[in-house]
């Protein structure tokens, strides 16, 4: 599919873990993946991106230490692991692809999920 398609959102409560997966048919070589996320009232925010060359990757200073971005080149597919989640960890959480090297800036990506929620309860 070239829409990317996430899964793996949820319900968790602090501190546990959640991993989310996004599939691409345009993940391909040279492409960046990345992660964003928005909570209500909240302007979206870049989590973090992987690199398909390589498996390059960054990551906002958010989630650094608690989430980690890896990739499955044979699958076309990207994960997210997320683990010692926080409440402000709760948003819809949207994979995005583009061409080449990756950046923060969500305007440069031209293929966007639908999105899949992940809820952080205390």
């Known amino acids: 599919q070239v829409q990317p398609v996430e899964s793996g959102g949820g319900s968790v409560q602090a501190g546990g873990s959640l991993r989310l997966s996004c599939a691409s048919s345009q993940y391909i070589r040279n492409s960046c993946m990345a992660w964003f996320r928005q909570a209500p009232g909240e302007e979206r925010e870049a989590v973090a991106t992987?690199?398909?060359?390589?498996?390059?990757?960054q990551y906002a200073n958010s989630v650094k230490g608690r989430f980690t971005i890896s990739q499955d080149n044979a699958k076309n597919t990207a994960y997210l692991q997320m683990d010692s989640l926080k409440p402000e960890d709760t948003a819809m959480y949207y994979c995005?692809?583009?061409?080449?090297?990756?950046?923060?800036?969500?305007?440069?990506?031209?293929?966007w999920g639908k999105g899949t929620q992940v809820t952080v309860s205390s």
């Open positions: 995005a692809v583009k061409d080449g090297y990756c950046s923060f800036l969500g305007s440069l990506y031209k293929l």
């Open positions: 992987i690199y398909s060359g390589g498996g390059i990757t």
